[in-house]
């Protein structure tokens, strides 16, 4: 059986981001119907507070402190632990910064609904801190990875418990994911000037 960086290495750029965009539009779905049934509308709304404060203050620092914690981490740990079969650089390497942008909120967006919207708010921070982490299954071997995504799965856990505002953990996933989106595509860049 081929493992995801071989089926992602016979893939253009195209089918990779195309297979991305249904991934997070479905988990989008699921967490919309599951949210349906789960939340009556009061409970819906006050999960969801535009506390431009709390986003700022928590969600970015949380967000900016993990891409130090991970920058630092790159520097002193071999860079064949941080290696995912080069996902996020087909992912990201090629595409504007407006694209990662938008293509970071749509993930951020879809990811928390469902993990922190919908099964912490029903079912608990570890069950969905947990499950968070196993959705991210290119890193289950990959020892470091899996730490790191588990630590942020747990931390944009702890940050949904402590401020119940989902717009918090959203903000903080996007800041994680475009920052080294961005990091990707201008790495790609000066590897290939000239």
Not at 110 to 124: K, N, P, S, Y
């Amino acid at each position: 059986m081929k493992n995801q960086s071989d089926v992602i290495e016979h893939m253009t750029d195209r089918e990779v981001l195309t297979h991305l965009y249904i991934t997070q539009l479905f988990l989008l779905a699921i967490a919309s119907v599951i949210g349906f049934f789960l939340f009556d509308l009061e409970q819906f709304k006050s999960i969801w507070q535009l506390d431009i404060l709390e986003i700022l203050l928590y969600g970015g620092v949380a967000g900016i402190g993990v891409v130090l914690i991970d920058l630092w981490l790159m520097k002193i740990v071999p860079a064949h632990h941080f290696d995912d079969g080069g996902i996020n650089n087909r992912v990201f390497q090629k595409r504007s910064y407006l694209h990662i942008f938008v293509l970071c909120w749509i993930i951020a967006i879809a990811e928390e609904w469902l993990f922190r919207g919908v099964i912490q708010t029903h079912f608990g921070f570890v069950v969905a801190s947990v499950l968070f982490a196993f959705l991210h299954v290119r890193y289950l071997k990959k020892w470091v990875l899996f730490l790191i995504v588990i630590s942020l799965s747990f931390l944009l856990g702890y940050l949904y418990e402590i401020t119940e505002n989902l717009f918090v953990t959203i903000f903080a996933h996007f800041l994680i994911d475009f920052i080294f989106g961005v990091k990707i595509r201008i790495d790609y860049l000066k590897e290939n000037e000239g």
